[in-house]
């Protein structure tokens, strides 16, 4: 079992910033991608970006050049950097994890509101 935590979400206006964070506990051994995912309100969740564990990265078309995915495996966190928010950027996000036999994993969520 994976457990996920998020954190760093909230208010900020149109062209901000912000930072979510994600620590991983459990058996974060067996995890080999980690990842961000969002959804609006009545739309589907997407994936936002993801990292594996040797550090390749994966965006969405609508946040490259915006946000930066990392992770420091020493402290068993991922991170989310989003530069120049949008109020499209508007959504609860979360954070999820991959372990090698496929099981998927989720946090609770951290909403983030763009918004002047």
């Known amino acids: 079992q994976v457990q996920l935590v998020e954190s760093g979400g909230g208010l900020v206006q149109p062209g901000g910033s912000l930072r979510l964070s994600c620590a991983a506990s459990?058996?974060?051994?067996?995890?080999?991608?980690m990842g961000w995912y969002r959804q609006a309100p009545g739309k589907e969740r997407e994936l936002v970006a993801s990292?594996?564990?040797?550090?390749?990265?994966n965006y969405a078309d609508s946040v490259k050049g915006r946000f930066t995915i990392s992770r420091d495996n020493t402290k068993n966190t991922v991170y989310l950097q989003m530069n120049s928010l949008e109020p499209e950027d508007t959504a609860v996000y979360y954070c999820?994890?991959?372990?090698?036999?496929?099981?998927?994993?989720w946090g609770q969520g951290t909403q983030v509101t763009v918004s002047s």
């Open positions: 459990g058996s974060i051994s067996g995890i080999y991608n």
């Open positions: 999820s994890a991959v372990s090698f036999l496929n099981s998927v994993y």
């Open positions: 990292i594996t564990r040797s550090g390749g990265t």
